[in-house]
T-cell receptor
């Protein structure tokens, strides 16, 4: 099973600023994903991070707001841009290979003031 | 896009009771996932299954592909089983490693 770490684990940010979240997997994986969990809600898929190409975003999420990079098979970043209080959530990355379970990072708890 | 319905949303039971959590989805899938989330947010994969039944310790997961329905059972429940249990399926009907869509979760409390 993959072991995933995320940095930072939590942050408090000011409105209008940006935060980049890092996700590191301990082995090469085919797929990496980014999810958001708003307070009291279940998880929502933001995008699939594609290695060497642009991420694939779900409806309601756009690249200008949530730029994603995936430079190799073990690492990805998600930036939350021009933040507002509505962006306060837990952001989680996950990894998966075909036919395998999906493994999740510990999450980044973001509070925007 | 797939949609997931999970029930019950909240469940309180006494230690030792048999627990059942149900999940239904709208579109054919390659596999269904059962996840556990503890306070503090960490998510653990319990099962990934595409047919039949899987067992791990006191946990049993079943799936009926024709009826688009899955159940998670906990036998001889224990207070340490208290957590949120989440059913998840691929967002799109497809194969391979897909992004997931999630049920609202079942908040389970097992009282001593």
């Amino acid at each position: 099973s993959a072991v995933i770490s995320q940095k930072p684990s939590r942050d408090i940010c000011q409105r209008g600023t940006s935060l980049t979240i890092q996700c590191q997997v301990d082995s090469q994986v085919t797929m990496m994903f980014w999810y958001r969990q708003q307070p009291g809600q279940s998880l929502t898929l933001i995008a699939t991070a594609n290695q060497g190409s642009e991420a694939t975003y779900e409806s309601g999420f756009v690249i200008d707001k949530f730029p994603i990079s995936r430079p190799n098979l073990t690492f990805s970043t998600l930036t939350v841009s021009n933040m507002s209080p509505e962006d306060s959530s837990i952001y989680l990355c996950s990894s998966s290979d075909p036919g395998e379970a999906q493994y999740f990072g510990p999450g980044t708890r973001l509070t925007v003031l | 896009k797939n949609e997931v319905e999970q029930s019950p949303q909240n469940l309180t039971a006494q230690e030792g009771e048999f627990i059942t959590i149900n999940c239904s989805y709208s579109v054919g899938i390659s596999a269904l996932h059962w996840l556990q989330q503890h306070p503090g947010g960490g998510i653990v994969s319990l099962f990934m299954l595409s047919s039949g039944k899987k067992k791990h310790g006191r946990l049993i997961a079943t799936i009926n592909i024709q009826e688009k329905h899955s159940s998670l059972h906990i036998t001889a429940s224990h207070p340490r089983d208290s957590a949120v249990y989440i059913c998840a399926v691929p967002v799109y009907s497809g194969g391979g490693a897909d992004g997931l869509t999630f049920g609202k979760g079942t908040h389970l409390i097992i009282q001593p």
